[in-house]
């Protein structure tokens, strides 16, 4: 059945120093990239359905955490773009302060894309190096 939040069961929670949230393609980037640094003291959750965002389904996926772990959004979408500034808007009252909240993203532009596939495996590099770290 259709999950609007999927929680990572792949990590134990009790090891955990970072929680990302994330949507879409940028996900499988991310589990890759966590299994190639085998950092599995990193979570990733995927938020499945951006609107209506599911607090109560959010909350059971969150619960294992312990508070005042970080949590940031993770979007392939430059800063100014993409889902951060819905979700910058709604999740830290939803959070209620239990963790800390942050966005990793590509730099701010005009464009949503480089025009290049080069600059785009940067980019693309350094947003999973930064997700990870």
């Excluded at 939040?5 to 990239?33: E, F, M, N, Q, T």
């Excluded at 709604?90 to 480089?114: D, H, K, N, Y």
Aim: hydrophobic residues 45%.
């Amino acid at each position: 059945t259709f999950q609007r939040v999927i929680p990572d069961v792949a990590v134990d929670p009790k090891a955990v120093r970072k929680v990302l949230l994330c949507s879409g393609k940028v996900y499988w980037d991310l589990h890759a990239a966590r299994a190639e640094r085998k950092a599995m003291d990193v979570t990733i959750i995927r938020l499945e359905q951006l609107y209506p965002l599911s607090r109560s389904e959010l909350d059971a996926a969150l619960a294992p955490y312990a508070n005042g772990t970080p949590l940031f959004w993770v979007q392939e979408d430059p800063w100014n773009m993409g889902a951060w500034y819905f979700l910058s808007a709604r999740l830290p009252g939803m959070l209620g302060g239990r963790f800390p909240l942050g966005c990793v993203a590509r730099e701010e532009s005009a464009s949503p894309a480089t025009g290049s596939h080069a600059s785009h495996k940067l980019e693309q590099s350094r947003l999973l190096d930064e997700a990870l770290r």
